[in-house]
C-alpha cells in the first residue's frame, strides 16, 4: 500500500530539503509533483485540489520561506496536512496509548454494557461477512462476549457463512471472550416477501444478546450490487428499531473512488459512524483511504488486511501518514528506545560520553537495553553511521553475560575504561571470568568504539534531535 505515492512524495520533498532556504517557485514545483502523485494514486480531485492549496499556503508562509531548514518545515506541514487527511489520530487523541496497534484498544468504538449494537452495512462482496467475524474474533480476544446476528437474508449463504465463521473463532482464536451466532435460516424464505424479515431477526437477536448478558452484538445485514433505494429502506428501518451504537460501513479498498462514492450514498441515507476499509491489503494505490474521511466526513475505524480473521487492524493517521512519507520507522524506533531508557538515564550517559567518561559498567547497561530492544537492532543499524559501529556489538544474551564476567574480572581503573590493558591483562582477565583472550580484546574494541562515537554524537546534537522527533 502507499509504495509509489510513499516514492513520488519522497522525492518531492528530498529536493527541497537540499535548498538552504525556499522560494515560491520551488515550493510551486514540488507541489506540482505532490498533486501528480496524488492524482495517480486515485485520490479524490477534490480532495488533491484542497490538500495542495493548504499545504501551499502554508508553505509559502513567512515562517517557513525565513525558517534555517525550511526542508524539515515543509515535510512537516506535509505531514500534518496527510494525518488531516487520513482523519487526524483520534485514538491517540483521545489519550489512549496506541504504541502497538494490534495491542491498542479499539478507537471511539466504546464498548457500553447492555449490549454494544454494531451495524455493519456495505455492498455485496465488499467483505462484510469477513469483517464481522473479524470484528468477533478482536473482541473476542479483548475478553468480550460476542453475539453475531444473521441478518443478511437476501443471500442465503450468508447465514451459513456467519454461522461457520461465529464456530471458528469460537474454536480457533484464543481469547477470553465468546463467539455465538444467532440465526433464524427459515426466514430467508420469507425475504422480498414479508417486509421486515431481517428487522425481526435483529430485534430477536437484540432480546438474545440482552437475555444472554452479552458484551457486543454485531449485525450482518444485506447488500446489494449497488446502492439503491430498497436496500436503504431495508437498513434504515433496521436502524430503526434497533437504534445502534454504532453503524459501521465496509468498503473496498481496491474499488478506489467507487468505494468513497458509495461510502457518500451511504452516508446521507443511513448516517453512518465510521469506515472498515476492506482488502487494504490488496489495493496498492491508497485512493480510497486517502479521500474518504474528506468526502464523507466519517473516520475509518479499521482497516482489513487479508482474508484470515486475525487480518483486522485499527486505523492510526498518524502512523500511516509516517508511513508515505518513509519516516515512521524512525519514530517508532525512537518510542521504543525511550521505554527502554528513561530520560534522566539518557541525559546523565549523554553527558558522560561527550566528556569521554563513559565505563565499562555503562556500557554493559547500553548493551543490555539494545539487547532489550530486540530486533531493533535491525532498524538502528538503519541509521546513518550507527549501523557499521553497533555491527559486531556482542547483545545476544549469552554474550551479554560473557561480557559482564569479565567486567566483573577487572580492577577498578580498568573497569572506568581508562587504563589500557596489555596482553597480560587480557589473559588474567579471560582466566579469571572463563572466557578467551579475544573475548576481552573485542569488548575493548566495542568499548571504545561506543564511547567515541557517543561523543561525536552528542557534539552533533544527535540525541536531542531524536528525541524531539519522538516528542
Ligand atoms: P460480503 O458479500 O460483503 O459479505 O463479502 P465477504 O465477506 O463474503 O467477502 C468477499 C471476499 O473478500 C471474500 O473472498 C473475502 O475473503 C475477501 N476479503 C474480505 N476482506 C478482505 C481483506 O481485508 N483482504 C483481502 N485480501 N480479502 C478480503
Excluded: W
Aim: some cysteine; charged content about 25%; proline content about 3%.
Amino acid at each position: 500500500m502507499f509504495g509509489q505515492l510513499s516514492e513520488r512524495f519522497e522525492s518531492a520533498l528530498r529536493r527541497l530539503s537540499g535548498e538552504s532556504h525556499l522560494s515560491e517557485a520551488n515550493v510551486r514545483e514540488a507541489m506540482e509533483d505532490v498533486r501528480t502523485a496524488l492524482l495517480e494514486a486515485d485520490v479524490h480531485y477534490d480532495v488533491v485540489a484542497s490538500f495542495c492549496e493548504r499545504v501551499q499556503q502554508e508553505a509559502l508562509g513567512e515562517a517557513v520561506l525565513k525558517a534555517v531548514k525550511p526542508g524539515e518545515q515543509m515535510i512537516k506541514i506535509v505531514n500534518d496536512e496527510l494525518v488531516r487527511l487520513l482523519g487526524g489520530d483520534e485514538a491517540l487523541e483521545a489519550g489512549e496509548e496506541a504504541v502497538d496497534p494490534s495491542q491498542a484498544p479499539p478507537p471511539i468504538m466504546e464498548v457500553v454494557p447492555g449490549p454494544t449494537v454494531v451495524m455493519m452495512s456495505g455492498l455485496q462482496g465488499s467483505g462484510k461477512t469477513t469483517t464481522c467475524g473479524k470484528l468477533a474474533a478482536y473482541y473476542k480476544k479483548r475478553g468480550k462476549k460476542v453475539l453475531l446476528a444473521a441478518a443478511d437474508l437476501q443471500r442465503p449463504a450468508a447465514v451459513t457463512q456467519l454461522r461457520v465463521l461465529a464456530d471458528q473463532v469460537q474454536n480457533d482464536v484464543e481469547g477470553a471472550g465468546s463467539v455465538a451466532c444467532y440465526a433464524e435460516p427459515e426466514k430467508v424464505a420469507e425475504y422480498g416477501k414479508a417486509v421486515g424479515a431481517a428487522v425481526t431477526v435483529c430485534k430477536n437477536a437484540l432480546a438474545r444478546a440482552k437475555r444472554d448478558e452479552v458484551d457486543i452484538l454485531i449485525l450482518d445485514t444485506a447488500g446489494r450490487l449497488h446502492v439503491n433505494a430498497e436496500l436503504m429502506g431495508e437498513l434504515r428501518q433496521v436502524a430503526g428499531a434497533v437504534t445502534p451504537h454504532q453503524i459501521l460501513l465496509v468498503i473496498d479498498a481496491m474499488t478506489g473512488q467507487d468505494a468513497v462514492n458509495s461510502a457518500k450514498a451511504f452516508d446521507e441515507q443511513l448516517e453512518i459512524d465510521g469506515v472498515v476499509l476492506t482488502k487494504y491489503d490488496s489495493d496498492t494505490r491508497g485512493g480510497a483511504a486517502l479521500s474518504v474521511r474528506q468526502v464523507t466526513g466519517r473516520p475509518i475505524k479499521f482497516v482489513g488486511v487479508g482474508e484470515k480473521l486475525d487480518a483486522l487492524e485499527a486505523f492510526h493517521p498518524t502512523r500511516v501518514a509516517g508511513r508515505i512519507l518513509g519516516m515512521g520507522d524512525v519514530v517508532s524506533l525512537v518510542e521504543k528506545a525511550q521505554e527502554q531508557v528513561s530520560e534522566e538515564e539518557a541525559l546523565a550517559l549523554q553527558e558522560k560520553m561527550a566528556k569521554g567518561q563513559m565505563t565499562m559498567d555503562d556500557f554493559l547497561g547500553q548493551l543490555r537495553a539494545i539487547r532489550r530492544m530486540g530486533s531493533f537492532k535491525s532498524l538502528l543499524g538503519m541509521l546513518p553511521g550507527v549501523g557499521q559501529a553497533i555491527k559486531d556489538l556482542p547483545i545476544e544474551e549469552k554474550q551479554i553475560d560473557r561480557t559482564e564476567a569479565i567486567i566483573q574480572s577487572m580492577n577498578r581503573e580498568e573497569r572506568k575504561g581508562r587504563a589500557a590493558l596489555d596482553n597480560s591483562r587480557r589473559r588474567r582477565i579471560s582466566r579469571g571470568s572463563g572466557t578467551q583472550a579475544e573475548d576481552v580484546s573485542q569488548l575493548v574494541k566495542g568499548f571504545e568504539m561506543v564511547s567515541q562515537m557517543g561523543k561525536a554524537m552528542s557534539g552533533m546534537g544527535m540525541l536531542s534531535k531524536a528525541k524531539s522527533m519522538a516528542g
